[in-house]
């Protein structure tokens, strides 16, 4: 069965430095992967997905994640944090008829 | 609209009464999909509807919860004899189709549900 493990609950930078929220994955067939931003009070925003056809992705907002198979890993990356960034993150990873999420990571930015 | 809805955002019941929660989909998608998020964790799979029809309820926790979709578009989520461990976030989400397409899944807002 497909899941995703987030490592680290909360993540706190500096606005400007590098922003690294982790995942990694366990699937028995090549894993279609997501990441998705949850404001406060809103609903979850699809931030990028993997779906084979490149191991890096770009997303919105300037957000961009590796899929290293190696590793099982689908880590999230900026290269510079706004403080517009500070949100709930999550990895999921489709499974046969849903989307199995992470525990999430909440990403604070600090001026 | 643009983008999926739920009604109510928020639900303040009692212990024992019956609720019922509403998505409205983005029209034209066939998939409908109901999540549970707890305070603290990710979305978690409860239901996925295809057409009119529950493909995959799976994910139900037991059988006071309950969901249709009749006409292939509007879903209700209704539970029955709700405990306060019901209290979550009910997020619902469309897709232009499921069987394990990689078709992007668009989330509603999300109805809070706080069971006294």
């Known amino acids: 069965a497909q899941s995703v493990t987030q490592l680290g609950s909360h993540v706190s930078v500096s606005e400007g430095a590098l922003v690294l929220l982790r995942c990694n994955y366990s699937?028995?067939?090549?894993?279609?992967l997501f990441w998705y931003v949850q404001y406060p009070n809103q609903g979850l925003q699809l931030l990028l997905k993997?779906?084979?056809?490149?191991?890096l992705v770009k997303g919105i907002n300037g957000f961009e994640a590796e899929f290293k198979k190696s590793e099982t890993s689908f880590h999230l990356t900026k290269p510079s944090a706004h403080m517009s960034d500070a949100a709930e993150y999550f990895c999921?990873?489709?499974?046969?008829?849903?989307?199995?999420f992470g525990a999430g990571t909440r990403l604070t930015v600090k001026p | 609209g643009a983008g999926v809805s739920q009604t109510p955002s928020n639900k303040v019941t009692e212990k024992g009464k019956y609720v019922e929660l509403r998505c409205d989909p983005i029209s034209g998608h066939t998939a409908l999909y109901w999540y549970r998020q707890s305070l603290g964790q990710g979305p978690e799979f409860l239901i996925y509807f295809q057409g009119t029809g529950a493909a995959d309820d799976s994910g139900l926790p037991n059988d006071r919860f309950f969901a249709v979709r009749p006409e292939g578009s509007v879903s209700t989520l209704k539970i029955q004899r709700t405990e306060r461990g019901d209290s979550a976030v009910y997020l619902c989400a469309s897709s232009l189709d499921g069987d394990g397409s990689y078709n992007e899944q668009f989330f509603g807002p999300g109805t809070r549900l706080t069971v006294l």
């Open positions: 993997y779906t084979s056809a490149a191991t």
């Open positions: 699937s028995s067939v090549p894993p279609y």
């Open positions: 999921a990873v489709k499974g046969n008829n849903d989307m199995r």
